[in-house]
């Protein structure tokens, strides 16, 4: 300081700024006084007697060291100092017994911080100056290798430091109490310390000693508890580790942690675990045990092909199940039953998806191909859907809210909505609807066209246009019979009323016409109103369907007792000839009516070997008909109400020859549609390769049914021959459109 | 077609003929009278008593390929019948204006049917000729059996062996269509026999030859 005022007042009169060129030549043992001073400034710090030092002087004292040039041997000094320092500590360290081991570190490396902190600032200078330019590690850096290298890496601490602390950690797991501010402690130092030095001096070892943990104890588990009770186990553990790491390990350490565990009592035993026996995935689905399932979904949602594990067993469970159901013979008996069966397990299913599978999609399609796969096992689903649906609304959605009646038929509509074969279902849904709508006996209007709009939504207009037809048939009807009897009623006089139901031949669905012989009393009236339809509508033909009708008649009994009965038009036919005969054979009744076998023995069954409706007696007395039997008027009969019913016009389960029969129809049916299929895509496409005709067909039909490949080639074929398509006469694979 | 075979005029005298000139007259005249050694003198057409006529004077049977091969020659409409215009097709075709030119010209017909190109239209040729009837599009199982036998016999003899076999043993198909009997055909040529290994029924190929394979794996075993 002194030279420089020198220089400046000899060169006054320039008034010339120059760079300051300090040229002064330090005293080397300026270098070395100055240097002892500061070494023993670290030494006092190190002694915790930094009070008595002056910020001040020692900071410039560093700061003439380094503009003198003498930076090196301040840093090598101060190297050489704190590495005394350091191995003093790590003596002390390492003499540290048992417990009082960790706490040592923990104490000196608080002091080692703060002294680093004292030593920095003094040497701030030389850090921001000298260091950069020479490349050397700055002061705190240095110091924080420092300690690395001298005391946690030092041969007698290293591994006796990683040992202690995994120990800790073990006890923990073993449900001890431990130290875990200290704990933190030391594993923040590590982390100062740089992160591959918590990597490898602590992460590394902990996650290997983990795994073998809860290797060890998955092991062990496995083979004592019970699928749901090890979960619970598993997640417990789990959470503590989290727990753990938030407590004291670094937040990276985490995801690496709970890998670990993840892998070693979820991913290595999940087979196991959900095909355990009497508490596995099954058990648990069956018992709808929501709790395990949820706690088993998230645990495994954690693992690779977790959740595809659970959802793999899930389907193979239901399909199998499903499969029992629907060809377990004696549910089939029942075919309403049977259909509250598959609507339950759906339910069932449904809701353990949403309360323990949190809604998953993945699952909710699983469940929906399960479903799919096992209704179409059995072919006659859509009668039984159909059947059930008859029930509910011929009697079961009796006196059902609106939002009641909404909710059955929508979830009829999801099991229709699996139904391979809906064409099928079409054919006896009509059958059953036009039961139901000249019977008259459904529950509620408004829910029959509820149904139909629900089923014109999923398979469109064409699907339901006939089902319209039907209903609009039914209300033509009576205007129609309001203006027959308003214009007739001076002829009929004291006839029998009538009431005609005028079906449009198209909409309802089609019967064979087998006509029988009616009453004279009934045909003359029958005849009025031919005349009178005709007149109104000529160019029609109308076909009475003797099979399908109504009538109420009087009846009387012995001792003057007096009953309504309600029959069915061939019941009536035969209940008519007692009129003029006492008894009948079977054979005489058979000639008489000219009713069809299958149906005259039906209705006989119904009108003498039913209890409470006995009105013929039978001779056997056994419960079937047969062709040899004899009938006579039951005068016996008696019954508590006025009127009784005794129609047999209920839809019913097929019987085998029917069944075959509709199914004939539905085939007979299906080859038009896919002919048109076929053509629809050859005009559109002109030229197209074999394989490519039969998917697209099957694609178009679809929402209908499944077209049989075979059946598919053989309208080609028969296309063919009428000249509609041909066979490219270059590529044979290929086929033609013909305009 | 009343006149004799008498070249007498020029002026249309072949019912089918294309203006029959004085030159026309002179190149047919010795096959027209060939015609009529054979043909019927009311109808000036030879009928299958003709056709058996000329079979023997060929030395050849009446149901021998070459007889059909010789329809096809003279793309003959109606089988069992021949009329001039057929005939004089057929025979200007062969080069041949006698008996004796057109026995020779019987071996080189045959030679020229199996050639590829010529033994398909003859194949097809050989179905058309069967429909009898007029709108007929089938012939009956029986006679297609025979028909094959014949025709493809030489060359396919095992493949049509077992699938006449077939034939005769089902009883769903009663009559073969065009399509059915083409698609016979592309199988000999395109399907190893007995192996059948690329055979695809997802392919193309006419039902019953699905339902021939079908039957002839089953019966292998």
Known sequence: MNSQSQSQSQRRKNFKIEAFKHKVELDPKYAERTWKVLEHAIHEIYNNNASRLSFEELYRSAYNMVLHKYGDKLYSGLVATMTAHLNKIAKSVESAQGGLFLEKLNHKWADHNKALQMIRDILMYMDRSYVPTSHKTPVHELGLNLWRDHIIHSPNIQARLQDTLLDLVQRERTGDVINRGLMRNITKMLMDLGSSVYQDDFEKPFLDVSASFYSGESQQFIECCDCGSYLKKAERRLNEEMERVSHYLDAKTEVKITSVVEREMIANHMQRLVHMDNSGLVNMLIDDKYDDLSRMYSLFKRVPEGLSTIRDVMTSYLRERGRVLVTDTERLKDPVEFVQCLLNEKDKHDKIISTAFNNDKTFQNALNSSFEYFINLNNRSAEFISLYLDDKLRKGLKGASEEEVEVVLDKVMMLFRYLQEKDVFEKYYKQHLAKRLLSGKTVSDDAERSMIVKLKTECGYQFTSKLEGMFTDMKTSEDTMLDFYAKQSAELGDGPTLAVQILTTGSWPTQPTAACNLPPEILTVCEKFRTYYLGTHSGRRLTWQTNMGTADIKATFGKGHKHELNVSTYQMCVLMLFNSADGLTYREIEQATEIPALDLKRCLQSLACVKGKNVLRKEPMSKDISEEDVFYFNDKFTSKFVKVKIGTVVAQKESEPEKQETRQRVEEDRKPQIEAAIVRIMKSRRVLDHNSIVAEVTKQLQSRFLPNPVVIKKRIESLIEREFLERDKADRKLYRYLA | ?221
């Open chain 2, 1 to 221: 077609m009343r006149r004799s075979s008498n070249r007498k005029s020029s002026s249309a005298s072949a019912a089918a003929g294309s203006g029959s000139t004085k030159a026309a007259s002179k190149e047919f005249e010795k096959i027209d009278h060939l015609f009529n050694v054979y043909a019927d003198k009311s109808s000036a057409i030879i009928d299958p008593e003709g056709i058996e006529q000329l079979c023997s004077s060929l030395e050849v049977d009446y149901t021998d390929v070459r007889i059909l091969m010789l329809a096809w020659k003279m793309k003959a409409q109606k089988q069992g019948f021949f009329t001039l215009e057929e005939w004089r097709t057929g025979l200007k075709a062969l080069r041949a204006d006698s008996m004796s030119k057109l026995k020779k010209a019987l071996p080189e017909l045959v030679k020229e049917v199996s050639r590829p190109t010529d033994f398909l239209d003859f194949y097809s040729y050989a179905f058309r000729y069967c429909l009898t009837e007029d709108k007929q599009k089938c012939i009956d199982i029986e006679s297609a059996c025979q028909l094959l036998s014949l025709v493809l016999g030489t060359q396919f003899g095992p493949q049509v062996e077992k699938f006449t076999e077939y034939l005769k043993s089902q009883s769903e198909y009663k009559v073969m269509n065009m399509d059915q009997w083409m698609g016979f055909y592309r199988f000999c040529n395109e399907i190893p026999f007995p192996s059948l290994e690329n055979y695809d029924s997802d392919l193309a190929w006419p039902l019953i030859l699905d339902n021939f394979v079908e039957w002839f794996r089953e019966n292998q075993n």
